[in-house]
């Protein structure tokens, strides 16, 4: 599978609309991490993103909302907050 900043973004995404559970989205990044393809152009940014996720799961690492903010912000866009 190749791993674009687009699909990153998306996980980020459904994970932080409860679409996915954290376990998921480690598992995932694990995965990518041994198996995925990376795009090129932003190789780095992609693997320094999907291995801080794949830590996530690590209670000294965790994964908090300011994380998920920055790597969204990294990975060129903007996260916002919505309640309805």
Do not use: P
């Amino acid at each position: 599978m190749l791993i674009t900043k687009e699909v990153l973004t998306e996980m980020l995404n459904k994970y932080l609309n409860r679409q996915i559970t954290l376990e998921k989205l480690v598992n995932w990044a694990e995965e990518m991490i041994c198996e995925g393809d990376f795009d090129k152009k932003d190789f780095e940014l992609i693997k320094n993103i999907l291995a801080r996720l794949g830590l996530a799961d690590v209670k000294e690492f965790g994964l908090y909302w300011e994380d998920c903010y920055e790597f969204i912000h990294r990975l060129g866009h903007m996260a916002t907050v919505s309640i309805s």
